[in-house]
């Protein structure tokens, strides 16, 4: 009897052991995944000098109503995906603190976007030692080249549009004799710009070297600005910063009568500094990865259906619709990783999977490899229509 007994207890510890084994609430925690929940994180301006670029109605906002509108598909494998977006105030302490928050407190899959060049290359160290599949808003060469195993941007850099810029100008324009001039802020995104304007240029043989004027992200007057590149004779202007400052230069110049030809980059190609430059804006050509709110394609057409089911808004700006890319890129990832194997590092090897992904021409076809965590270095020319307000393709996808 008691020899029956023993057998039988081994035999129900046995069977306990083998429940608690292969039962998904002894699983391997995985971070930032649960059995109905996907966590993941934004560490981005929403109240401070770039807040129009990436807050609420920026940014932020494509995140945000890229996965309402996932959730209430379904989710992703049954999964809904909670956004936990956190304010830098394009600081880095705020950006190191948030980080950490959203590492060891709300225990985020990934991080969908982080503001700022030095604020990224700021948490680089942390991002690899933390394992945390990562997307910036900012698009320095220096954040993907060399690969960082878990860093990914979503489009071309600034490397890359300051390239296409002087090669169009140079080539295109037949400036061959081209003075350039930059305006940017003193700080690394503005840095990178620089560099890279003054490598072209270099290659090009411009003489003389590029003229460079610093400004300040919330500057409201850019009169030294404009009058020292007006004493430096410059004839195209390369603006290389955020939507309010370069409002501020081309109603400046006006001022002035200083009539270069000016160029935008990335942040510096909105509706908005249409809106805000008015007569100044006249001649004014941008440079972007992704085409604005109205073009018809279909992947705009389902964005704007999208959008205005959840915010009846007459449009959205460009890092909207950087925001909306973005989660779209991570969204498939997840997908592609599978319901049972996801985390992190799943995940980024789904990211380095994608290949020639159609995103319906919001931009061109993206892919990304082990040594390759850009999502590709095409862009396309826009001109200002002042009278409609809007930015009309010059070209086709282009390339460095």
Known sequence: ?????????????????????????????????????????????????FAADTGPEGY?????????????????????IKVIAEDSRYTIPLSVAAFKKLVYRDKVLAIVGYTGTGQ???????????????????????????????????????????????????????????????????????KVAIAALKERANAYKLP???????????????????????????????????????????????????????????????????????KAAEGYIGIHSFNPWYHKSPGMDKLREITLKYDPVKSRNRLYIQGWVTSMILAEAMKRAGKTALNNETLTDAVEGIRDFDSGDICAPITYSPTQHKAGEYCRLYKADVKNIRFTPLTGWIKP
């Not at 942390?126 to 993907?144: A, C, D, H, R, Y």
């Not at 081309?250 to 009539?259: D, I, M, P």
């Open 60 to 80: 932020t906002g494509g995140v945000r109503v890229y996965f309402r509108h996932i959730n209430d598909e379904g989710g992703i494998h049954g999964r809904k």
């Open 208 to 278: 003389p070297p590029p003229h460079v004027e610093i400004i300040d992200p919330g500057a409201i007057d850019a009169t030294s600005q404009v009058l020292g590149l007006g004493k430096a004779k410059v004839d195209y202007v390369i603006l290389h910063m955020g939507i309010g400052p370069t409002a501020v230069v081309v109603r400046s110049a006006l001022k002035f009568k200083f009539s270069p030809t000016f160029f935008g980059t990335f942040y510096s190609c909105d509706e908005e500094i249409i809106k805000l430059g008015g």
């Open 120 to 190: 990224t290359k700021a948490l680089w160290s942390q991002i690899e030692k933390e394992k945390m599949p990562s997307f910036t808003v900012s698009l320095g060469e220096s954040n993907v080249k060399p690969v960082q195993r878990y860093l990914f941007i979503p489009a071309a850099t600034y490397e890359d549009e300051i390239s296409i810029l002087t090669k169009y100008i140079v080539e295109d324009l037949k400036a061959r004799d081209a003075r350039i001039g930059i305006v940017t802020m003193d700080v690394e995104y503005g």
């Open 1 to 49: 009897m008691r020899t029956k007994s023993i057998f039988s207890v081994m035999v129900l510890l046995s069977s306990i052991m083998v429940i608690l084994l292969y039962s998904p609430i002894h699983a391997k925690e995985v971070r930032g995944v649960t059995d109905d929940t996907i966590k993941i994180g934004a560490i981005l301006d929403m109240t401070g000098p």
